[in-house]
């Protein structure tokens, strides 16, 4: 089986891990504490969709949203819509399916790194790290954002705003993915901001 390798690597001491799909997975850390956590989750699925009618598209299991920027979660999948061509779709649960034969669709999982935010004061932390507004009123969670955060090119998923179910999704790319970590980590420190395995991420993973 081929070997993958996330571009993020936590110092700390993996406590419980797990092998997927040639993805070595850290599901705790040692010393994880309470949160607020950032968690590397670029070993979960991730697709590219360009179509000049997405609504055409039909192999995804559900309707891609017309509006950009809005977001459905169904079956463990993560559809955001990005503009008038272009969508994305992302895998929370633990195994994702196989990507369909559909010329429409990249697989870009290995070409970008997907970190989550989890936990209290994420609004505070991402004040400091993007001008975007993820706390705009106007807006029902889940929601998609494009922009710079940390002055990279990231989308941004916003999956839950309340204390006890909040949680954002950081998409970039690849190559940026250490340095966009270690960034985040050090701007959520006066906030206790921790890395851990994938166990506080996995309500979202079970829906």
């Known amino acids: 089986m081929i070997q993958r390798r996330s571009p993020v690597a936590f110092k700390n001491q993996p406590l419980q891990t797990d092998t997927r799909e040639g993805w070595d997975v850290v599901l705790q850390y040692e010393d994880e504490g309470e949160g607020p956590f950032l ?6 699925s991730k697709w590219d ?6 609504s055409q598209i039909k192999t995804l299991g559900g309707k891609i949203p017309e509006t950009p920027g809005d977001c459905v979660v169904q079956g463990g999948m993560l559809v955001g819509r990005l503009n008038r061509i272009q969508a994305v779709v992302w895998h929370l649960s633990t195994h994702g399916p196989q990507m369909p034969q559909e010329e429409a669709l990249t697989d870009v ?3 970008s790194a997907l970190l989550a935010l989890v936990g209290e004061s994420l609004f505070s932390i991402a004040e400091k790290i993007t001008a975007l507004d993820l706390s705009d009123p106007a807006k029902v969670a889940p929601f998609l954002l494009q922009g710079p955060v940390l002055h990279l090119p990231v989308k941004v998923v916003v999956l839950g705003r309340e204390d006890n179910h909040a949680a ?3 998409s970039c790319p690849r190559g940026y993915g250490q340095s966009f970590a270690d960034a985040i980590l050090d701007a959520g420190s006066e906030w206790a901001l921790r890395p851990a395995g994938e166990k506080p991420f996995s309500p979202w993973m079970e829906g």
């Not at 968690?39 to 979960?44: E, K, P, R, S, V």
């Open 39 to 44: 968690i590397d989750l670029t070993h979960l």
């Open 49 to 54: 969709v360009q179509h000049h009618d997405l």
């Open 109 to 111: 999982t290995e070409a």
């Open 168 to 170: 954002l999704l950081l």
